[in-house]
């Protein structure tokens, strides 16, 4: 075994990994950088479509969630999104802003990563691929260096030529810190790594679910969602907790678009969530209307040539099957206002009950996660253990959709990087 020294080493090479390093190497600190993966930052090379949406406009404590709803504000504060634009600014990575006021890159996510990659190569930082994790210890500081924790690794070997079994490295350094991000996306890299180093240490974990996932749906439901798989409308997606006006799209799977993907992260299992198909128009208020003044007319015509919400014709068919079947061909004089009522009610509020979601393996975060109590909220730093530091997405901490978890992992990463 060979042994190196540093004063900090991270684990995880992923966007909060990587902006700790680099602003950890500015200071003058010995950095090191571990990730099984081949590659590093992954998941900013997948996000936005390939454009990288790496921040918002506009940042605040409510665009979060978590057990801890005040843990985010210190970071986000001391690091507001514009600190990091200026980043992107001074690397000439040509971005724009798309509604909502989030921030994407105008060619591609590399841009982004190339600018870390080359920020941590200017500060100094080693980043060391291909390398498992294989266990950490933490002793009292030694005399003479000051380190503290011992990180025995391997590299892993080459699915081309393992030859001899490849030979093990203990690294040591005086901090650590834990940036292995969450569960989503695992041929990605994600692994539950920081979740055991947590624990070992005695912190407790916030129960973790995929978030910021689709829909899925079973039974009729299910089959009528699938039948209009590619149909794109704005709604308002609303349950208990939280309302969003955006848009809805019905997949061969289920419901996703940012309006169920941003519910997705206010859902628990076995809950309903409510869509507003016309999310201008009073559908009661308008049949009722239109049976006095124009008692002849069917439902369809009313919906489809006066709702100012138009929904695209497949969908409305699809709806009337549906819904109002038995009442297709007849016109509203026949239809009991009680009834009409009812179908608005439904169109302007369609309670779903969700089978589930598509889980780990298309969701962009994880919900939950290193118990937030435990943890500074101003270092990031642990309140078991000296010198360990939990960043990033493997914290209960998660954001809205719209650059909100990249800004997390910048900001949780300055912070710590500026007390290691
Ligand atoms: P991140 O996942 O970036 O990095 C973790 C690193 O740890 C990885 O490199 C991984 O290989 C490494 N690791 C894990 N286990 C390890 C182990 N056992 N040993 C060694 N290394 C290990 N957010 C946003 O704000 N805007 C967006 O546009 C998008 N888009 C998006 C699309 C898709 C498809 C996904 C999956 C996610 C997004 N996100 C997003 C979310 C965003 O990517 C995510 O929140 C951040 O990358 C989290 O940063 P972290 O550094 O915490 O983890």
Redesign the pocket.
Same mark, same amino acid.
């Given at each position: 075994m060979t042994g190196k020294y540093y004063d900090a080493i991270i !684990?995880?090479? =992923?966007?909060? =990994?990587l902006y700790c390093a680099l602003h950890a190497g500015q200071r003058g600190l010995r950095v090191l950088v571990?990730?099984?993966?081949n590659k590093?930052?992954?998941? !900013?090379l997948?996000? =936005?479509g390939g454009r990288?949406?790496?921040t918002n406009y506009f940042v605040a404590p409510e665009h979060f969630i978590s057990a801890n709803s005040h843990f985010c504000k210190s970071a986000l504060s001391r690091y507001p999104s514009w600190e990091f634009i200026a980043m992107v600014e001074r690397h000439q990575v040509a971005y724009h802003e798309r509604e909502h006021g989030q921030l994407f890159c105008d060619d591609s996510a590399q841009d982004i990563l190339t600018m870390l990659l080359d920020e941590c190569q200017a500060a100094g930082v080693e980043i060391r691929l291909n390398t498992?994790?294989d266990t950490v210890s933490a002793q009292e500081p030694d005399a003479t260096d000051g380190t503290r924790f011992a990180i025995s690794t391997t590299p892993k070997a080459s699915k081309k030529a393992a030859v001899s079994e490849p030979a093990p490295t203990v690294y040591h350094s005086r901090t650590l810190v834990v940036?292995?991000? =969450?569960l989503? !996306?695992p041929t990605m890299?994600?692994?539950g790594?920081g979740y055991q180093l947590a624990e070992q240490f005695g912190h407790s974990i916030e129960p973790c679910t995929a978030s910021l996932v689709p829909f899925t749906f079973t039974d009729q439901i299910g089959e009528l969602i699938r039948s209009l798989s590619g149909v794109s409308i704005p709604v308002v997606a609303s349950n208990a907790r939280a309302s969003f006006r955006l848009p809805l799209l019905f997949t061969h799977r289920g419901l996703s678009g940012p309006s169920m993907l941003q519910l997705s992260n206010y859902w628990h299992t076995g809950e309903t969530i409510d869509i507003n198909l016309f999310p201008n128009t009073d559908i009661s208020a308008l049949l009722i209307k239109h049976k006095q003044k124009h008692p002849k007319q069917l439902i369809r015509t009313v919906l489809a040539e006066h709702a100012s919400d138009k929904l695209p014709k497949k969908l409305l068919s699809a709806l009337q099957t549906h819904l109002w079947h038995e009442q297709r061909d007849t016109d509203l004089a026949n239809i009991k206002d009680e009834q009409l009522h009812q179908l608005g009610e439904i169109l302007n509020g369609w309670t779903l009950k969700p089978s589930g979601t598509e889980g780990y393996r298309t969701a962009?975060?994880t919900r939950g996660g290193v118990t937030t109590e435990a943890v500074s909220s101003k270092t990031m730093e642990s309140k078991q253990q000296q010198g360990l530091y939990f960043i990033?997405?493997?914290l209960d901490m998660t954001?809205w959709l719209g650059?909100?978890?990249?800004?997390w992992?910048w900001a949780s990463g300055y912070a710590c990087a500026q007390a290691l």
């Open positions: !684990i995880g090479a =992923g966007a909060s =990994g571990l990730d099984h993966a590093a930052g992954k998941k !900013i997948m996000s =936005g990288c949406n790496f498992q994790v940036a292995t991000g =969450g989503s !996306i890299g994600a692994s790594l962009e975060v990033g997405e493997v954001g650059g909100y978890n990249f800004q992992a």
